[in-house]
T-cell receptor, first 112, second 112 residues
Framework: QKEVEQDPGPLSVPEGAIVSLNCTYS??????FMWYRQYSRKGPELLMY????GNKEDGRFTAQVDKSSKYISLFIRDSQPSDSATYLC????????????FGRGTSLIVHP | SQTIHQWPATLVQPVGSPLSLECTVE??????LYWYRQAAGRGLQLLFY??????ISSEVPQNLSASRPQDRQFILSSKKLLLSDSGFYLC???????????FGSGTQLSVL
């Protein structure tokens, strides 16, 4: 079992839809959770960062962490074609490794 | 504010030629530095990371090497490129242990 599992997709949705992107993990010590957005041939951009459990909202984006289920989600409201990208989750242990564990990324396509 | 510079954006090199990719970070001191490779449709593969000058860890045995001649400079090198070295190379930095990596814009390397 991989430490972080993420469905590669592609996930295709119509413009305006609510998108749910998810990752599951096995290491209960993870406390830092990150979401990155990567456009084609560009470097990943840090989109959301949360510590421990709960929700965090930033504009149309909401990051949710459920530590009891070892499950994190990124919700995108009112999705736009410009949201089409690959979304990677990442997580790490406080004071642990210098290397966060990344998911493989989910490709999202928002069509007009 | 902190910025990361990575160049070149695109590189086409013949098999057996040398390689040097450079990455610099501005606006911070003693960053943790990382080199990743991303094959098409694949996840991020960590190649090297460095927590300080002359402190470089290699994650994957390969045809590549890394050096950190200055605090905010990280260089990825090869003496003789192989076809399998083709890919998208990403430099990243982090202010703290294992969280919030910030990526450069990437270098698309094609070895022919």
């Amino acid at each position: 079992q991989k430490e972080v599992e993420q469905d590669p997709g592609p996930l295709s949705v119509p413009e305006g839809a609510i998108v749910s992107l998810n990752c599951t993990y096995s290491n209960s010590a993870f406390q830092y959770f990150m979401w990155y957005r990567q456009y084609s041939r560009k470097g990943p951009e840090l989109l959301m960062y949360t510590y421990s459990s709960g929700n965090k909202e930033d504009g149309r984006f909401t990051a949710q962490v459920d530590k009891s289920s070892k499950y994190i989600s990124l919700f995108i409201r009112d999705s736009q074609p410009s949201d089409s990208a690959t979304y990677l989750c990442a997580m790490s242990v406080p004071g642990g490794s210098y290397i966060p564990t990344f998911g493989r990324g989910t490709s999202l396509i928002v069509h007009p | 504010s902190q910025t990361i510079h990575q160049w070149p954006a695109t590189l086409v090199q013949p098999v057996g030629s040398p390689l040097s990719l450079e990455c610099t970070v501005e606006g911070t001191s003693n960053p943790n530095l990382y080199w990743y490779r991303q094959a098409a449709g694949r996840g991020l593969q960590l190649l090297f990371y460095s927590i300080g000058i002359d402190q470089i860890s290699s994650e994957v045995p390969q045809n590549l090497s890394a050096s950190r001649p200055q605090d905010r400079q990280f260089i990825l090198s090869s003496k003789k490129l192989l076809l399998s070295d083709s890919g998208f190379y990403l430099c990243a930095w982090s202010p703290t242990r294992g969280e919030k990596l910030f990526f450069g814009s990437g270098t698309q390397l094609s070895v022919l």
